[in-house]
């Protein structure tokens, strides 16, 4: 993958969860900062989700700031506040992380020409969780524009497996053309631990929502520790939330967390 994005090539990287595909990513634009510095938006970096743009950003500031490396990373999302979206446009960072829909704001405004002229490199992460939904059509959008603006521009996507590997590179190659895209397939990875919990109680036919299961699920976090229960539905997440508070005789330190909390609070719950 290196080797591909610093010949100017786009790509299409597909591997398992905790391969180190971000890692991937962002490696060839570190080095190019560090041999050739520049002002101004170097890498765009677009993913599905505001907490893993923020998630990303501190992961990469770490090593970044250990070499004193001076390179600028910054996000751009819907929390992000009005004064530093509107200084982002005059004052932008080396690497900007965001979403599709912030893409197509930026994208839209008069300064955009200028606000993106260094453009070298987008990475797109997740994307199989993109493209098959109205947001892969409004980035898609994004993308044509951003080819416009900065000709010559090289793209690298990271997805997790796909059944169809090559119908999603030739997407990527798409705002590029006629440059193709390169497919790199890798195996490895973090292997997979899957346990199904079984239930002693008996399970409803019907409109449980997993409520029965709320003891287990208590003992289960309190066994492991640090523990993540993804639900369906922000309405779920609450009440998940609250029937395990209601028997934390332990004072487990749960907590809650969907899009529609306090910026802050997220953060908090984001960095336990």
Do not use: C
Not at 219 to 237: C, D, H, M, P, Y
Request: net charge neutral.
């Amino acid at each position: 993958m290196y080797e591909i994005a610093r010949s100017g090539k786009s790509a299409l990287l597909i591997a398992p969860t905790g391969a180190g595909k971000t890692l991937a990513g962002f490696l060839p634009s570190l080095a190019e900062m560090i041999e050739v510095p520049q002002q101004g938006i170097h890498t765009l970096y677009i993913s599905p989700l505001k907490a893993l743009s923020v998630d990303v950003a501190r992961n990469l500031m770490s090593p970044i700031d250990e070499m004193h490396l001076g390179i600028r990373v910054e996000t751009r999302t819907g929390d992000t506040p009005a004064y530093k979206r509107q200084r982002q446009r005059y004052d932008p960072p080396n690497f900007l992380l965001t979403t599709p829909e912030q893409i197509a704001l930026l994208t839209s405004h008069p300064d955009a020409a200028r606000t993106f002229a260094g453009l070298r490199r987008i990475v797109l992460d997740e994307l199989h969780a993109l493209v098959t939904s109205k947001r892969g059509e409004l980035l898609s959008l994004g993308l044509a524009r951003l080819a416009k603006l900065s000709p010559g521009l090289s793209i690298t996507a990271l997805s997790a497996t796909v059944a169809q590997p090559e119908t999603l590179r030739d997407w990527v190659a798409a705002p590029v053309a006629p440059q193709a895209a390169e497919l790199v397939m890798m195996k490895g990875g973090a292997a997979p631990e899957v346990d199904i919990l079984k239930s002693e109680e008996r399970v409803p036919w019907a409109g449980h929502s997993a409520t029965y299961a709320f003891p287990e699920l208590y003992e289960t976090i309190k066994q492991n520790g640090t523990s993540l229960l993804f639900v369906n539905t922000r309405s779920q997440a609450e009440m998940l939330f609250q029937g395990l508070w209601e028997i934390n005789a332990d004072n487990l330190p749960i907590a809650l967390h969907h899009g529609s909390l306090d910026v802050e609070q997220r953060r908090k719950v984001e960095s336990a």
